[in-house]
């Protein structure tokens, strides 16, 4: 199993401003992802953290908007930069267990951009 | 792409009843699997399905593959309160793809 600590579990945050989410986990692991989910929704990829490379979005999210790290295999950041009210959401990390079977989760970080 | 629909979105269930959740895909899963997120939660890993036609059980969860590889359904017998929350099936392409989450289903149990 992965353990993942998640960092802020919330925060309020104004307007064009940025806020950065910290993914730790407790062991190396190849994948990594970020994904969003808004209330009663499902999860939706933003993009797969790589590990000394750029990091791979899905359509509909980009680069400047969510600036990705991963500067080893146990360490992530997303960052929602310029937010709008509209990126209020819960956004969470995720690994892929040693055995690549299952995702695992962090705790979330419920954001709310006034 | 690859497209995942679950159905119901919502169910609420009377307790000791049973409900089912299906999942559906738009093209062919090289496995599929089943989380569970509490409400305030986060998602977790219930079962994965990797075989054409597999049917696993886990206490009154019964999971089952269709042959086809395109569909799942989770079927939960004598609901109880501690059912509550919504699942989610998750679709890969292949073995080393990203995972698609439904839409998912939010079971409601009342007493």
């Known amino acids: 199993s992965a353990v993942i600590s998640q960092k802020p579990s919330r925060d309020i945050c104004q307007r064009g401003t940025s806020l950065t989410i910290q993914c730790q986990v407790d062991s190396q692991v190849t994948m990594m992802f970020w994904y969003r989910q808004q209330p009663g929704q499902s999860l939706t990829l933003i993009a797969t953290a790589n590990q000394g490379s750029e990091a791979t979005y899905e359509s509909g999210f980009v680069i400047d908007k969510f600036p990705i790290s991963r500067p080893n295999l146990t360490f992530s950041t997303l960052t929602v930069s310029n937010m709008s009210p509209e990126d209020s959401s819960i956004y969470l990390c995720?690994?892929?267990?040693?055995?690549?079977?299952?995702?695992?989760f962090g705790s979330g970080t419920q954001l709310s951009v006034l | 792409g690859q497209q995942v629909m679950q159905i119901p979105q919502y169910q609420h269930v009377q307790e000791g009843e049973d409900f089912t959740t299906y999942c559906n895909s738009s093209t062919t899963l090289s496995n599929i699997q089943w989380y569970k997120q509490r409400p305030g939660g986060h998602p977790v890993f219930l079962i994965q399905?990797?075989?054409?036609?597999e049917v696993k059980k886990q206490k009154r969860l019964t999971f089952q593959f269709g042959e086809a590889k395109k569909n799942s359904s989770l079927h939960i017998t004598a609901t109880q309160t501690t059912d509550v929350g919504t699942y989610f099936c998750a679709g890969r392409g292949d073995s080393w793809g990203k995972f698609q989450f439904g839409a998912g289903t939010q079971v409601v149990v009342t007493p």
């Open positions: 399905l990797v075989k054409s036609g």
């Open positions: 995720s690994v892929v267990g040693a055995t690549n079977e299952k995702l695992f």
